[in-house]
C-alpha cells in the first residue's frame, strides 16, 4: 500500500464517508460467511432455512438454526475491523456504515449510524402481519407469537425477499454523496447491494476496495487491497489521520 494511491487532498474531516461491508468483516470475528466453499450454504440447503416456504414448512428446524447462530453472533467480538470504523468515524463525523451482515457487530463496535441491508439476527418480527416484536421477548424461546397470533420470526432478509425500502434508501443516498467509498470484505456478487461500489464511483466517489480475495469489481476500484480489513483499515486510519489532522 501507497499512500501516493490515496489522493489526500481532495478530503477533508467534512468529507461524506460510506463503509460498506459484508462477510469478509464478520468472518474475521470467527463468525461463518455463507457463500464460501467453507460457508452455511455449502452444508445447508438455504432454501430450508432461510426462505419463507422453508419456515411454513417447518418453523422450527428454521427457529432452532436462527438460535444457535444468534449465540454465535453473541458470543463473537467486534474485530479490529470494526473498531477501526469507529476511529474513522471520529475523524470523519458525516459518515455511515452500510452493511450486508446481520449480527449486529458494527453497532457492538460502537459504529453509527449502521443501514443494515439484510436486517438483524438479533431482532424478530411476525411472519404474518410483518410487526416487529418486542425488543424486551425472550428470544431465547424459539417458539414466540405476535399479538395478532402469528409466529415470531428473525427480522433478517431471506431468499426471495425484498430488502427493506428505507434502510436501502439510506444506503443509496450515502452511496450517492459520499466522497469516499470503502467496499470490505464484500464479494460484490449479491444485488442490489452489489450496486452500491459502482454507483458510488459513478457519481465521483473515490471508491477504495478491502478484500483477501479478488471480487468482480476489483479491477475497477480506485484501489483495491489484497487483505484482512482488521489489517488494512488499521493501517489505512492511520494515514488518514495523519493527512486530514
Ligand atoms: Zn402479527
Not at 32 to 41: I, L, Q, S, Y
Not at 42 to 67: C, H, I, N, T
Request: hydrophobic fraction near 40%; aromatic fraction near 10%; charged fraction near 20%.
Amino acid at each position: 500500500m501507497s499512500d501516493s494511491q490515496i489522493p489526500f487532498d481532495k478530503f477533508t474531516r467534512n468529507s461524506p464517508v460510506v463503509f460498506f461491508t459484508g462477510a469478509g468483516i464478520s468472518a474475521e470475528s470467527g463468525l461463518a460467511t455463507f457463500r464460501d466453499p467453507h460457508g452455511h450454504w455449502s452444508k445447508y440447503d438455504p432454501m430450508k432455512l432461510a426462505s419463507a416456504d422453508g419456515f411454513r414448512q417447518d418453523p422450527e428446524l428454521v427457529l432452532e438454526w436462527y438460535a444457535a447462530r444468534r449465540k454465535q453472533a453473541a458470543a463473537a467480538k467486534p474485530n479490529a475491523g470494526h473498531r477501526a470504523i469507529t476511529k474513522f468515524q471520529k475523524l470523519f463525523p458525516n459518515s455511515a456504515v452500510i452493511t450486508q451482515n446481520v449480527d449486529g457487530l458494527h453497532a457492538r463496535a460502537g459504529n453509527d449510524p449502521v443501514w443494515e441491508l439484510h436486517g438483524n439476527i438479533h431482532r424478530q418480527k411476525c411472519f404474518s402481519c410483518g410487526s416487529a416484536a418486542d425488543s424486551g421477548r425472550d428470544v431465547s424461546l424459539r417458539m414466540n407469537y405476535c399479538d395478532c397470533g402469528g409466529l415470531l420470526r428473525p427480522d433478517v432478509v431471506w431468499f426471495g425477499e425484498s430488502l427493506p425500502l428505507e434502510v436501502l434508501n439510506h444506503a443509496f443516498d450515502a452511496t450517492s454523496r459520499c466522497e469516499i467509498f470503502f467496499s470490505i470484505g464484500t464479494s460484490t456478487q449479491i444485488y442490489p447491494a452489489a450496486q452500491l461500489p459502482y454507483e458510488a464511483q459513478n457519481r465521483g466517489a473515490f471508491v477504495i476496495e478491502i478484500n483477501p480475495e479478488t471480487t468482480p469489481f476489483s479491477s475497477q476500484a480506485d484501489l483495491s487491497l489484497r487483505a484482512k480489513s482488521g489489517i488494512a483499515l488499521s493501517k489505512m486510519y492511520e494515514e488518514f489521520h495523519a493527512a486530514l489532522l
